[in-house]
């Protein structure tokens, strides 16, 4: 079996935590209209015949220079690094 890390990225709020966890069926990330709810990524599992995805639910994309704001920036940059594969939520 195949296994690969897809990272879900986009701006806050634009769905990423809800798109995850439809695909994977459950609930694995927290959703609220709140901006900046994702603070840390968060694993999705999906089982198929032949692979396995695990989707990373990361904060949204920001640029900030100091504080929680630049925290959750590097949390994003580390899962564009880490990820095998890339979808954006527009």
Not at 24 to 46: C, M, N
Not at 49 to 62: E, K, L, N, R, Y
Not at 73 to 79: P, R, Y
């Amino acid at each position: 079996m195949k296994a690969g890390f897809i990272g879900v990225i986009g701006l806050p709020n634009a769905g990423k935590s809800t798109f995850v966890n439809t695909f994977v069926g459950e609930k694995v990330s927290i959703v609220t209209a709140k901006p900046q709810t994702t603070r840390q990524k968060v694993l999705g599992i999906f089982n198929a015949p032949q692979a396995q995805m695990i989707f990373v639910d990361t904060p949204g994309a920001i640029k900030a220079k100091e504080g929680l704001n630049r925290f959750l920036q590097q949390e994003f940059e580390k899962s564009l690094e880490e990820s095998d594969a890339l979808i954006a939520v527009l």
